[in-house]
């Protein structure tokens, strides 16, 4: 499996961006997919994710700022992401995987990072 994410972008605080993330190959009906980014000199951390039933989960520093959604058929997320702030910047990494017992995870997969900057 590969994931494409596109849509980086600089933008101004208070801005909007389009991230989207298109998975080739064969991924499950169970699969969780999902955004984490990593700030400048901190360590990644999981943004948002979404299971094939639309079942939804932000972290609270985005919620009801940024929304996720996902089209199964053409094998896709997107996040869409509103009331930019500087705080927001990093590089942003899309992620699939399955979710298995004791929150083990199998078919792990993670596409390139891609660049978000928001100028204060």
């Known amino acids: 499996v590969q994931l494409q994410a596109s849509g980086e972008g600089l933008v101004r605080a208070g801005g909007s961006l389009r991230l989207s993330c298109a998975a080739s190959?064969?991924?499950?009906?169970?699969?969780?997919m999902g955004w984490h980014r990593q700030p400048p000199g901190k360590q990644r951390e999981l943004v948002a994710s979404?299971?094939?039933?639309?079942?939804?989960k932000y972290e609270d520093s985005v919620k009801g700022r940024f929304t996720i959604s996902r089209d199964n058929a053409k094998k896709t997320i997107y996040l869409q992401m509103d009331s930019l702030k500087p705080e927001d910047t990093a590089v942003y990494y899309c992620?699939?995987?399955?979710?298995?017992?004791?929150?083990?995870?199998?078919?792990?997969?993670w596409g390139q990072g891609t660049q978000v900057t928001v100028s204060s």
């Open positions: 992620n699939t995987y399955d979710p298995g017992f004791l929150g083990r995870r199998t078919n792990d997969y």
């Open positions: 190959g064969s991924i499950s009906s169970i699969s969780v």
């Open positions: 979404i299971t094939s039933r639309g079942s939804t």
